[in-house]
């Protein structure tokens, strides 16, 4: 029987959401649920909704490393500045402030005609 996760229409669903289960699921759960998606992602690695799942996921079970990675990974094909600032935010829960700060001057920097943050 196929996962819940294996519809790509059900990971768009909840993938804002994943920012809401830490410590509402048990992590051996998150992780099954990681793996389910990052099969999607590599079929599909301009799925929006993919990444931001993974970068919800990893950072419910404090793997900063691997939300870093998939927001780096995403943004190769996005200039998106959504992901720079959870990049920036793992990076500064990673005890890198420097980089994280680094980050934040970046999407301060966007031409603001461009960006999806409007001043």
């Known amino acids: 029987m196929a996962s819940y996760f294996s519809e790509p229409h059900h990971i ?13 699921l048990p992590e051996t759960m998150i992780e099954d649920i990681i793996i389910e998606i990052e099969e999607h992602f590599e079929e599909c690695p301009d799925d929006h909704s993919s990444a931001l799942a993974l970068d919800g996921l990893y950072d419910a079970i404090r793997e ?27 990076h ?26 409007r001043q």
């Open 12 to 24: 768009e669903l909840f993938s804002l959401g994943f920012d809401l289960i830490r410590a509402q």
């Open 64 to 90: 900063w490393d691997s939300a870093i990675g998939t927001d780096a990974n995403y943004m190769v094909l996005t200039d998106s500045s959504l992901f720079t600032l959870r990049q920036a935010r793992h």
């Open 92 to 117: 500064l829960m990673n005890g890198e402030p420097e980089e994280a700060e680094r980050l934040l001057d970046k999407v301060i920097q966007f031409d603001a005609e461009n960006s999806p943050i």
